[in-house]
């Protein structure tokens, strides 16, 4: 019974792709919908222009310190923030807002200055409005593009995969705020 149950969760996770929840017809608990589902759809790929900002200075930061060393290295090793930065349509922060930056990123390097991304794009935009995106990625801050792989998505970014650019276009030296541009490539269904 156990065992049954288990390998019918297996199945559905791996193939729903309908809208729905769950598929309870005639009382059916769980049926294969590999070939049903998965054929019917076909994978598009969608490109998300924004802008990210990274504000750690000032009254009201959209990213903060949570953990990391007493002592911090040359290049801050261990340093742990949390963010829930702004997404916007244009380069300036009070430009249309499209979404937030959610999720954690912290100095993963020793020898250079490097970033552990997790994150969740989560969008507000018209029919995205609901739909999150991914991210868990290296992201060695100073280099001019990072790549970083989308692990999944939620919403219309259903199973999604592919991968996002970003490129700093502005920083500031003394607080370390950031405008970052991103090129998010997402196929799905
Ligand atoms: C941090 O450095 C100071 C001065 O070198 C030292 O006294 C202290 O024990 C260090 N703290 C930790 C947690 O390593
Ligand atoms: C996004 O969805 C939420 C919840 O359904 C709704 O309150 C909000 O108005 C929507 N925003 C936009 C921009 O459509």
């Known amino acids: 019974m156990a065992t ?6 297996l199945i559905t996770f791996n193939f729903v792709i309908f809208p729905t929840f769950y598929n309870t017809v005639n009382g059916i608990f769980c049926e294969e919908l590999t070939e ?5 759809r076909v994978e598009k790929t969608s490109h998300l222009h924004f802008y990210f ?3 750690t200075s000032g009254k009201k930061p959209s990213a903060v310190k949570i953990a990391g060393p007493a002592n911090s290295s040359a290049y ?3 340093a742990t923030m949390m963010m829930d930065d702004a997404l916007t349509e244009g380069p300036d922060i009070s430009s249309k807002l499209v979404g937030r930056a959610q999720g954690l990123y912290a100095i993963a390097a020793q020898e250079e200055v490097s970033l552990l991304m997790v994150m969740n794009f989560a969008f507000i935009e018209g029919t995205y409005n609901g739909s999150s995106i991914s991210i868990l ?5 100073f280099n001019d593009v990072r790549e970083m792989p989308i692990a999944g998505g939620s919403g219309v970014f259903r199973l999604a ?11 500031d030296y003394n607080t370390g705020d950031a405008t970052v541009e991103y090129h998010v490539y997402v196929s799905h269904y």
Do not use: E, M, Q
Request: proline share 3%.
């Open 76 to 78: 801050g090793f261990g």
């Open 53 to 55: 900002h990274d504000v």
């Open 161 to 171: 995969r592919g991968y996002a650019l970003a490129h700093t276009i502005w920083f």
């Open 137 to 141: 990625g290296r992201n060695p801050v």
């Open 36 to 40: 049903g589902i998965a054929i019917k």
């Open 4 to 9: 049954n149950f288990s390998i019918c969760l």
